[in-house]
């Protein structure tokens, strides 16, 4: 099941083309090339019909965009050769080719992340920018060295790339032999490298989204981290008619203060006026916590004194069941604000954590006010906002943890009322729909320890004797500052039609249940996310969802799920008979090569000084010198390290009885690959005999171990473990398995 489970296309993006047409591009795993797949197809959506053309390979595209007047659209190739590769940008007029220009040997490869991308045509479209890796420097009679030089790179998840550069292209097809022109921007500001870039409606300006090198000189991680050191940038140009191709001269402005990370510049422009939005987080502190959402008025220069109360703020403490504050991904959509009136302001649409669930929110221009636009049909579908067509209509995907994901349609009325339609329906296996059936979730609530709760997956037979009942996992999620949503995970299911009960506890920190949950486990981790984790193994035991004894209680979990699996083997040592552990942290305290070594001190209550530059409207001297000792970032002392060892799995490594199995990336930059290889040797010297203890290494393989046939080989290990351990005689006293 998990091979048909993973090879059901999932759309990931959508455009809107002419009025009835959207473009949809899906990826799944084809586990025939071992490779991850991208197909796009054509949705025609008139009232009484949705005609969906057959899926085509994206072939070699990378990244498009449509231009403003939807007329044109930007195309960038790079071919799979990775002997001879090639670069391609091409600008297509409706159906023929306006404009191509071959880039191999101007930059390396095209950024098309969603942490740096750009693609943004200008609003005259005779411009189109985009972002690419600089060519390295080489060595010169001034600098024999230069090539040598250490430069860093972002970190895990984007690993290679440390010199994103923005790239100009214009061209013109106007009387006379037609004008192609490429050029880099050279920017003063070489302490920030800059991405998300965006033309504003007058040419000469370009938002973006500046990241800055920490005071020490590290670029930090920013996969699943929203509180590094970045701003929004105003970058002016030149008058881009006398460019040629050498490096165009820029300046530059920083629009948001310095203890604020932001992210996602998206820009609307209406009957003359034009604005500019983006997501905010406070710099440092827990790696993700409540977004909050800023607006400024660009039409003419910007007053960047404008930039001071957040248009959507954080809440605190929320009451179960009101909005908690927004949790959107990392970006908002490409498209992110409908215009559905002439005499309203417009509104930003987007997906958002809500408890356990992903909603679509609508948020008010005018005063911050946020709506819940998802039915209340006392569904468990989780949502995900793939784009708009900038008036009244979005698309969508929706999903239950048992039901794969769908493509809805959404028409909001200018009162904010909105009626879903579903576009399409994956067609599944007939063997896989008959299986899916046998399922049921719930999201339960976990007593006297709000916010936590589970979603549960079971089978939807009630067991006739103590015998049916199945082997319960438990498997918290990693970051911690995240959440197990109600979404759909093909992996996840293919275990639960395994005959297992899969228990996914949202534990204090997740997102989605306000800033004060977020913020009560910092210090704690370790204590309060163990306990919530266990008190939700327990209590679906006292409901009979589950049973205590040998093979009966498993988990598993990555990253600090693996964390936290550590934890419960070693301080609930007769809970569980088996465990699974990707690229667990174990000892926190060894953090080396780490691309994010700020998270080992901020999430267990220590010091770790994140900021970044000023401002252009805030006083210089009122901003702490980030190259001063007092600003300087931590270095683990044995006194620190004391503090953090007691607080990780290691401490605990004595007391284990459970089978473990460790699933390790070579290539992880995240947890140091050697966290897990370390604690495998210390399971292996202190196991009772007969004890398992395995694990496999996945070389090549980075930190979610998410290459097909990693996630494959992954995934069948972890059942295949699970079974043995199902298969398990008691090899202790009776007394050993019960909980103290």
Not at 263 to 290: E, V
Not at 306 to 320: H, T, W, Y
Not at 556 to 573: E, K, R, V
């Amino acid at each position: 099941m998990y091979k048909l489970l993973t090879e059901t296309p999932i759309a990931v993006s959508a455009n809107f083309g002419d009025t009835d047409v959207i473009h949809i591009t899906s990826s799944f795993h084809d586990h025939i090339r071992n490779i991850k797949r991208i197909v796009s197809n054509t949705l025609v959506v008139t009232e009484s019909s949705v005609i969906v053309a057959p899926s085509q390979d994206i072939g070699d595209t990378v990244a498009s965009v449509y231009s403003p007047s939807r007329a044109r659209r930007a195309v960038l190739r790079q071919n799979k050769d990775s002997n001879k590769p090639q670069r391609f940008v091409e600008i297509w007029n409706k159906d023929s080719i306006e404009a191509h220009f071959e880039v191999t040997e101007k930059h390396g490869p095209f950024y098309v992340d969603e942490y740096l991308a750009s693609l943004s045509f200008s609003a005259s479209e005779t411009a189109l920018l985009y972002i690419a890796e600089s060519n390295p420097p080489g060595a010169s009679d001034d600098d024999p060295y230069q090539k040598f030089k250490y430069t860093p790179q972002f970190g895990e998840g984007i690993a290679g790339k440390r010199r994103p550069t923005i790239f100009v292209l214009l061209w013109s097809n106007g009387p006379g032999e037609p004008t192609r022109t490429l050029t880099s921007l050279s920017i003063p500001t070489a302490a920030v490298l800059f991405g998300q870039a965006v033309f504003a409606p007058h040419t000469d300006v370009i938002y973006a989204t500046g990241y800055e090198y920490t005071s020490d000189d590290r670029l930090l991680g920013v996969k699943g981290c929203y509180n590094r050191p970045s701003g929004i940038w105003e970058i002016t140009l030149p008058n881009l008619s006398t460019c040629d191709s050498t490096p165009v001269q820029c300046t530059t402005r920083k629009l948001t203060p310095s203890y604020l990370s932001c992210r996602s510049p998206r820009i609307f422009s209406h009957n003359g006026k034009s604005t500019l939005f983006w997501l905010s987080h406070p710099t440092g502190g827990a790696h993700a916590a409540t977004s909050l959402v800023y607006s400024l008025d660009i039409t003419s220069s910007p007053d960047v004194k404008g930039v001071n109360a957040p248009l959507v703020d954080a809440v605190f403490k929320p009451e179960r069941g009101t909005f908690p504050g927004l949790y959107p991904d990392y970006n908002f959509a490409e498209l992110p604000v409908l215009r559905l009136s002439s005499s309203n302001a417009p509104f930003i649409i987007t997906n958002s954590i809500w408890g356990s669930r992903s909603t679509v929110v609508l948020i008010s221009t005018t005063d911050g006010t946020v709506k819940d636009l998802t039915p209340e049909d006392g569904n468990l579908y989780s949502w995900k906002v793939l784009n708009t067509d900038g008036q009244s209509r979005v698309v969508c995907t929706r999903s239950t943890p048992i039901t794969p994901n769908e493509l809805i349609l959404g028409q909001i009325s200018k009162d904010g009322q909105v009626t879903w339609r579903v576009l399409h329906k994956p067609t599944l296996h007939p063997e896989l729909e008959k299986e899916l059936s046998t399922l049921r979730a719930s999201v339960i609530a976990i007593p006297d320890r709000y916010p936590t709760e589970t979603i549960v997956i079971q089978s939807a037979a009630a067991p006739q004797s103590r015998r049916d009942i199945r082997p319960c996992i438990t498997t918290p999620h990693g970051g911690p500052h995240a959440t197990t949503t109600t979404a759909f995970s093909p992996a996840t299911v293919a275990l639960a039609l395994e005959r297992y009960t899969i228990c996914l506890p949202n534990y204090t920190g997740s997102l989605g249940f306000g800033e004060s949950a977020v913020r009560a486990l910092l210090g704690n981790c370790g204590t309060l996310d163990v306990e919530d984790c266990i008190a939700s193994t327990r209590h679906l035991i006292q409901l009979g969802i589950s049973i205590e004894g040998p093979g009966k209680q498993l988990v598993m979990g990555g990253s600090h799920g693996g964390f936290l699996a550590g934890h419960l083997i070693g301080q609930h040592p007769s809970m569980f008979s088996a465990a699974v552990m990707r690229n667990p942290v174990t000892s926190a305290g060894e953090i080396s090569t780490s691309d994010i070594p700020d998270w080992y001190y901020a999430e267990f209550g220590l010091e770790y000084s994140l900021a970044s530059s000023p401002s252009a409207a805030e006083d210089p001297s009122t901003v702490p010198d980030r190259k001063s000792k007092a600003s300087a970032p931590p270095i683990m002392t044995p006194e620190l390290y004391e503090r953090v060892h007691r607080a990780s799995p290691i401490a605990h490594v004595d007391a284990v009885r459970a089978a473990v199995l460790l699933l390790i990336g070579a290539a992880d930059l995240r947890v140091a690959p050697t966290q897990g290889i370390e604690y495998y040797h210390a399971l292996r010297q202190r196991a009772r005999e007969g004890t398992r203890i395995d694990m496999l290494v996945f070389h090549g393989e980075s930190h979610p171990l998410d290459g097909v046939e990693a996630a494959r080989v992954g995934w069948e290990a972890a059942r295949d473990f699970f079974k043995w351990a199902e298969t398990l005689v008691v090899q202790f006293p009776v007394e050993e398995w019960t909980e103290d």
